[in-house]
């Protein structure tokens, strides 16, 4: 637990000392920060911030990638961010480490000397905070446009198999990323969600970007991509069942997220969350990801046995390349958090991976 500084005696006043328990003494309790230090973080802060949105405003990838709403609400977050800021580092004590403080101190001093532990964890945690937070951003928006025009869609023909599906399967994924957009843009204490450690080696890395862009393009290119968001069968019901197989997996996904809440992060230890679908498994947005997208593929692996032999054998080794790089980020992962006494006690309280009972 973070201790507050002792506070200097404050000099005289010509006005009568606030009593024990006043306002004042409730807002230095609320507000601890010393102004040298509450400017030194913002600055630091907002420097970090200015740089992020610069370089994804003038990278090729991302001027292509991100739609132009994408780029206004990232202009708009960061001028939400540079408003809230002060307030925000107000809540912290002096002593306590700030990271983008430790990001520039850590980069001042990089001739001199290599980062400590604590610099390191700053310096990956603001990596990986300037990665995921636009994708998030974009994502959040594409979801919700998308939710807006399947609704009308759904309310137009009030058809569940075509349009009621897209309605439920975008709510979905909307949820699933709100929760990551939310964790990722705010750490604080009091949230119990600071970034203790983050993932040390270049296998995590490799194995976790390989699944986002730009990275997950080239992935792609490599396995080749055979699953389906809707799987197309012919037949009607069989449609269904496989459409309802669908949605009751990525609720699964989406509900491992609303587990998180705060703490929904890639490569970084936030604290362990053993509540929700984590009380059975300890992966179990890996699991009904890749179960989903099994399905998903279900009609063109049907399809390319009956006539491709050859190409099916590639579509499901294709598969279970996508499934084997969630099992790395599953070992990975673990072999990070397993540092943590905590982790390793719920480890032993739930000894699945993936399938209660099973692995």
């Known amino acids: 637990m973070l201790t507050l500084p002792v506070q200097a ?4 006043r010509e ?19 010393s102004w040298k230090a509450l400017f030194l973080n913002y600055c ?56 983008c403080r430790l990001v520039w101190r850590a980069l001042f001093h990089l001739r001199v000397r290599w980062p400590t532990t604590q610099e390191k964890v700053a310096l990956r945690a603001a990596l990986v905070k ?7 951003i974009h994502w959040l928006l594409f979801h919700m446009n998308a939710v807006q025009d399947n609704s009308s869609a759904f309310l137009s023909s009030w058809n569940f198999t075509e349009d009621g599906f897209w309605v439920l399967y975008r709510i979905i994924l909307l949820i699933d990323v709100l929760c990551f ?25 490799v194995a976790a970007l390989a699944c986002y862009p730009p990275c997950v393009f080239t992935t792609k290119l490599l396995l080749g991509w055979y699953s389906g968001d809707r799987p197309a069968f012919a037949t009607p019901w069989i449609a269904a ?21 705060f703490k929904a992060s890639n490569l970084t230890h936030r604290g362990i969350v053993s509540s929700g679908p984590y009380a059975w498994v300890r992966h179990p ?18 399809e390319r046995g009956a006539t491709q032999p050859i190409a099916l054998l590639g579509a499901v080794l294709g598969l279970a390349a996508w499934s084997a790089i969630y099992v790395l980020r599953a070992y990975t992962e673990e072999r990070h958090l397993g540092q943590d006494p905590v982790y390793q006690e719920y480890c032993r309280r739930v000894p699945w991976r993936f399938i209660p009972g099973w692995i």
């Not at 005696?9 to 005289?12: D, F, L, M, V």
């Not at 939310?182 to 270049?202: F, K």
């Open 44 to 99: 630091s802060a907002a420097a970090l911030l200015l740089l992020g949105y610069t370089f994804y405003s003038l990278h090729p990838f991302y001027q292509e990638f991100f739609a132009p709403v994408t780029f206004s609400a990232l202009r708009y977050l960061l001028i939400a961010y540079l408003v809230v800021l002060p307030f925000y580092y107000a809540t912290f004590p002096d002593s306590y480490a700030v990271k």
């Open 241 to 261: 069942l496989a459409a309802i197989a669908m949605l009751v997996l990525m609720g699964l996904y989406a509900w491992a997220s609303v587990a998180l809440l």
């Open 181 to 205: 957009a939310i964790a990722y843009g705010v750490e604080h204490p009091w949230l119990g969600n600071e970034i203790r450690s983050v993932e040390p080696t270049m296998l995590g890395w």
């Open 285 to 302: 947005a890996y699991i009904s990801k890749n179960l989903a997208w099994w399905v998903g593929a279900l009609p063109l692996l049907i």
């Open 130 to 136: 300037a990665f995921y937070l636009p994708l998030m």
């Open 15 to 33: 006005i009568e000392p606030e009593t024990p328990g006043s306002v004042g003494d409730d807002a230095r309790r609320l507000f601890p920060a």
């Open 9 to 12: 005696e404050e000099t005289k």
